[in-house]
């Protein structure tokens, strides 16, 4: 059974990014999820993961089916493979966005239809792919520098992984003890140690966006994190992504975000809503990549 709970479980990045482009250009009529149904559980609230799983879902023939942690019996402490062996008898596909990815590892376990990460403590690999798709739409292929500015978080580390797999290079500025997880890092690096790309991890923003293709940032306190709220917006007060900062960066350098954003903070509304800005055909983008995955695990291929 496939599940793709990583970057790493994709077989074929660049098969899946040319899917996601047939989708986007409207070459792929057929509704080849005719008749199935995808449960998504959400313990964590979305737009983007939500909208454009369910309305991809839907175009694509299929039936999507929302669950909250109040909507299953999870809520009331049903055993996460409890869970999974039950939707397996009901559903097609089931795509979650959870808290623990441990949580999710073993609910693919015992599922017996395809499990999609939409999200966890550990990896966005829905994000990654769709970031992907932008970046060689704006920069016609992966031979720039991409620089992510703040949290060495989930979002971070499925771009390291993607980074890496498609061969392009990668710096992370992050405060000091804020730095991607380690075992990310290293699997990271022997990818990239194969397809020859770079990956740094520096503390110095400006060293970093210094010449990048790409600027990447995030939220400084993401879901689960408020309680470190006023630490975590001193400690990265000196990185955010502002117009002086991206004047360092390439002169056609692109900017990024995986939204939500908060003006003012991680970023500036100059820069992301300013020219170099492609967070709209980004978030656009989480559409056509989702259909691919859909396509390609719960898809009669």
């Not at 496939?2 to 077989?11: F, G, I, N, T």
């Not at 039936?63 to 019996?73: C, K, T």
């Not at 061969?167 to 991607?180: N, R, S």
Request: aromatic share 6%.
């Amino acid at each position: 059974m496939k599940h793709l709970l990583s970057v790493c479980d994709m077989d074929n990045v660049v098969d899946l990014l040319d899917l996601a482009d047939d989708y986007k250009e409207g070459k792929i009529r057929e509704k080849v999820l005719r008749g199935k149904t995808l449960a998504m559980i959400f313990e964590k609230s979305s737009t983007r993961t939500r909208v454009s799983f369910e309305v991809g879902a839907f175009q694509m023939g299929a039936q999507p089916l929302y669950l909250s942690a109040s909507d299953l019996q999870l809520g009331r402490g049903e055993p996460i493979a409890d869970t999974a062996r039950t939707l397996s008898r009901y559903v097609d596909g089931i795509m979650i966005r959870a808290i623990s990815h441990s949580e999710v590892v073993e609910l693919a376990g015992e599922a017996s239809v395809p499990v999609i990460n939409g999200l966890t403590d550990l990896e966005h690999p829905c994000q990654a792919l769709a970031d992907m798709q932008t970046i060689r739409e704006k920069l016609g292929g992966f031979d720039g520098r991409l620089v992510f500015v703040g949290d060495g978080n989930n979002v971070c580390h499925s771009l390291l992984l993607i980074t890496a797999t498609l061969g392009m290079d990668m710096d992370v500025a992050c405060p000091p003890g804020y730095e991607p997880d380690h075992g990310i890092r290293e699997m990271a690096g022997k990818i990239a140690d194969e397809t020859g790309s770079r990956i740094r991890v520096i503390h110095d923003p400006s060293e970093a966006v210094r010449g990048a293709d790409v600027v990447y940032t995030d939220v400084w306190v993401s879901m689960g994190y408020e309680d470190e709220a006023e630490d975590r917006l001193e400690v990265f007060r000196p990185y955010q992504v502002n117009m002086e900062l991206m004047e360092l960066a390439a002169p056609e350098a692109i900017f990024m975000h995986c939204l939500p954003a908060v003006r003012g903070q991680e970023t500036t509304a100059e820069v992301i809503d300013g020219p170099h800005s492609v967070v709209w055909d980004q978030a656009e983008n989480r559409l056509h990549a989702q259909k691919a995955i859909m396509h390609w695990l719960m898809g009669d291929i």
